[in-house]
């Protein structure tokens, strides 16, 4: 073979293929495989082919060895290699091959748990994000500019996966006066989300195979992490006054109780003192944790006395929280706060893991809340989400008040729209969507023979006229006449 | 009891206790446990209480019913609550107890896997972290501000979680130019860490019980993530020439093989191209994954023409790469590089593991990409560290040179020092770290019987001086006389 017709087989390769050794290695592989390069040619010296192409002859030979290695050709001493005699090569490089399967684990881990909730989940109102145009821009391009700026020493790298100490120290001030709760700073962690916690959380406190109770209906990201820790999940009934200990069948040997008690996800409802007693009385009999999921605790606007149960019982209780309601979840700043033991070990989890925290976004946040920007922040988007609330249910309410149940929840940025059956809310889902509406299925939060139904409604971005549109399309899917009729 | 003395009460309990709530409840709790409160006692009505506390009857009210819960006092109809009979209360609030405790799983989570590897953790020179002062931290820092200001739209929450699609462009283009990659955006993955990368693979391609081969000697942390996902770790041997697929016995059955071809961690060689072959051959025909780990594939200085092995397998090879060396280890933001239908499974598992990466630090990567800055940047410090790597290189052999073996790496930030014996080790790693230099003992990466003695050092922050420190020392823990002795 001339060193001329082998640069037209690497010129009418692949000119996507990356390096000099790979174009080379790939065209000649490609040649061989299709029979273009018949056993017994003879391929040009590295040092001819290297002139040839205006490569150095490392990389020829490189292309060689691979190719040898392969033993599609034979390399006599320094003599130029001989394309061999081979039956047949599998699969082209890249080609139709799907790539590397999925374990049988790895499709639980890589399932898509939300799937089922939504008709349209790219539609208006999706439950779980804030309001974009509240997010306080300035003031955290200012903060992050400045934390960019700041030496970092032993937190540039792997010295302390607990988080900055500068945000652990904001933080735990911050938590104790506003959530009141019970922490110091060495008692805190911070991850990259509430989600990380709960997978730490689940693979840290629990051996494979051991049961948790998860809030039923639930937070579907929680049952996540613990199903994926191969984990039973089992379900903590809740009814109006919270989850519901004494009606957990699976209770009885269950390592954790996972509970939203401020806020529940999805109902909407607080738990009450008496059911706050008894699950800690349980999870101190039974010498269980409480994982209690405070991930809107920051903007609520009613039934503040109670505060967060972690100072009821900071020995059974871990304690999540997040950045992801009260500013944004693309910043993927959590936390968790746990008893100083635990908190130690769960920093080398965090580093094992590798979901630790962005550390400019930690120093930003740690100077907002320093500041009091943040306070000022949270003061003011929770006057914001109760308008639109109100709003929301009022609209609600008004368009289709005898077919569906609503409350203003105590804070947050979603509500609970509660129906009679199933069918309506299939409808309602179905219209809504079809209008553009992404509600989430209440009934998709449950797993148990006598689902909850209805819709799981943000009013993240719910002004009067996005509030009273949505109503309207509501009332429509419902089958309700509006008054114009 | 009166109010004034419940008042007193409450006043001489834990101040940090947060809310009224809390502090009530604890304050009698803790009376009634300590036999301060007797059976019979009967408290203030929630009226007269509300009152001489100056709070509102639901605090006083809820803290009651915690009481009441817990069995601590008995309430009948609307009269005042009375301290009831209880044999013993088992432990006080957030008291001695330890919290909850580690499951069998969560002890190996949790461990810290370096400990073996340092006598003195914090010294100067620890491997694995770039020098600070070359961070381009005003670059960073308007990017980063640039990019706190960009509208996010769905990027804000939790719709993709495959990373910011700018980002993956960028990225992939330059992967493309400069390491040879054969990759499009959709065919990466962006998450918080290479080794949340790692723990993601090893649960999402293995099931419990697999085999998994590792380099001997390796990359801790890989071994982590294999371990902690309940994986068979097995040594695959490295010798000069990399990864020796033919020498590892438990390669039947294995279903990924983690290698850093480019520059093998910790000895710093490059595997050769008949090596890169033998594995791709034995992966395509055992169906395994070959796990290309990348960390410093952006600042090699020699032996650059064989690229990463990515292009000569992109069917079986998933590649990891991460800003941690090139910019900073705290930015967390890593990738990965899978054939299209794994990562886009992948991303599923990015979310239910709460492993994302901050937004905006994915933001001003993909600015400083596009701009052109990161490539000055990355052409920048590799000028640097190739010039601390031959500095520290040839203080090393100018101080030691009969006692140790060192060779220039092909690039990165650490080179290895061989020694004869694990007695020669053992004197430097002590010696050093007396002397507040945080070297690692290469036996620390190994597992079997005839470990590998020598040190891996970081030569990140090693301009003339320190390198000539650094020498010195390493002379005077193995007992070698200066020239003026």
């Known amino acids: 073979m001339e060193p001329a017709a082998l640069?037209?087989?690497?010129?009418?390769?692949?000119?996507?293929?990356?390096?000099?050794?790979?174009?080379?290695?790939?065209?000649?592989?490609?040649?061989?495989?299709?029979?273009?390069?018949?056993?017994?040619?003879?391929?040009?010296?590295?040092?001819?082919?290297?002139?040839?192409?205006?490569?150095?002859?490392?990389?020829?030979?490189?292309?060689?060895?691979?190719?040898?290695?392969?033993?599609?050709?034979?390399?006599?001493?320094?003599?130029?290699?001989?394309?061999?005699?081979?039956?047949?090569?599998?699969?082209?490089?890249?080609?139709?091959?799907?790539?590397?399967?999925?374990?049988?684990?790895?499709?639980?881990?890589?399932?898509?748990?939300?799937?089922?909730?939504?008709?349209?989940?790219?539609?208006?109102?999706?439950?779980?994000?804030?309001?974009?145009?509240?997010?306080?821009?300035?003031?955290?391009?200012?903060?992050?500019?400045?934390?960019?700026?700041?030496?970092?020493?032993?937190?540039?790298?792997?010295?302390?996966?607990?988080?900055?100490?500068?945000?652990?120290?904001?933080?735990?001030?911050?938590?104790?006066?506003?959530?009141?709760?019970?922490?110091?700073?060495?008692?805190?962690?911070?991850?990259?989300?509430?989600?990380?916690?709960?997978?730490?959380?689940?693979?840290?406190?629990?051996?494979?195979?051991?049961?948790?109770?998860?809030?039923?209906?639930?937070?579907?990201?929680?049952?996540?992490?613990?199903?994926?820790?191969?984990?039973?999940?089992?379900?903590?009934?809740?009814?109006?006054?919270g989850a519901d200990i004494e009606a957990a069948q699976a209770r009885t040997g269950a390592r954790i109780a996972y509970v939203t008690p401020s806020n529940q996800y999805p109902l909407c409802t607080r738990m009450s003192p008496p059911r706050r007693a008894a699950l800690i009385a349980w999870a101190r009999s039974a010498r269980a944790t409480i994982v209690e999921d405070d991930y809107d605790g920051e903007f609520h606007w009613r039934g503040q006395e109670a505060g967060a149960m972690q100072p009821l019982a900071p020995d059974a209780v871990v304690y999540l929280g997040s950045a992801a309601k009260s500013l944004l979840p693309a910043l993927r700043v959590g936390w968790m706060v746990a008893p100083r033991p635990l908190a130690g070990a769960l920093a080398h989890a965090v580093r094992n893991a590798g979901c630790a925290a962005n550390v400019h976004a930690q120093l930003a946040l740690a100077e907002l809340i320093e500041s009091g920007a943040w306070k000022l922040h949270l003061r003011r988007v929770t006057r914001t989400y109760e308008t639109r609330a109100r709003v929301l249910t009022e609209a609600i309410r008004a368009a289709a008040g005898d077919r569906v149940e609503v409350a203003l929840p105590p804070g947050g940025l979603q509500l609970a729209v509660r129906m009679g059956s199933l069918a309506d809310e299939a409808a309602a889902v179905a219209g809504l969507g079809a209008a553009g509406w992404a509600v989430a299925r209440l009934s998709g939060f449950c797993t148990g023979e006598e689902p909850v139904a209805g819709l799981l409604v943000s009013f993240a971005e719910a002004d009067g006229p996005r509030a009273r549109a949505f109503a309207a399309a509501l009332g429509r899917a419902l089958g309700i006449r509006g008054e114009t009729g």
Chains 1, 2 share one sequence.
């Open 7 to 241: 640069r037209s087989l690497v010129e009418a390769g692949p000119s996507d293929a990356g390096t000099v050794v790979a174009r080379l290695f790939r065209a000649l592989r490609e040649a061989v495989r299709s029979g273009r390069l018949e056993p017994g040619v003879v391929l040009p010296s590295s040092r001819r082919a290297a002139a040839a192409l205006g490569v150095s002859r490392n990389s020829v030979n490189a292309a060689y060895e691979l190719l040898r290695a392969e033993g599609l050709v034979a390399v006599d001493g320094r003599r130029a290699p001989v394309v061999a005699r081979v039956e047949h090569i599998d699969d082209p490089v890249g080609g139709a091959g799907e790539g590397p399967a999925l374990s049988a684990r790895g499709r639980t881990q890589c399932r898509d748990l939300r799937a089922r909730l939504y008709a349209h989940p790219s539609g208006r109102f999706r439950p779980g994000a804030p309001d974009e145009p509240l997010f306080p821009r300035d003031v955290w391009a200012r903060a992050l500019r400045r934390a960019a700026r700041t030496t970092l020493g032993p937190m540039r790298a792997y010295d302390d996966y607990s988080g900055a100490p500068v945000l652990r120290r904001a933080l735990a001030q911050h938590l104790r006066r506003e959530r009141g709760l019970l922490v110091a700073p060495d008692e805190l962690v911070v991850v990259a989300s509430a989600q990380a916690g709960l997978s730490l959380l689940a693979t840290c406190l629990c051996d494979p195979g051991e049961t948790v109770l998860v809030e039923e209906p639930g937070y579907l990201g929680a049952r996540a992490a613990f199903e994926n820790a191969g984990l039973r999940v089992a379900p903590l009934p809740v009814d109006d006054a």
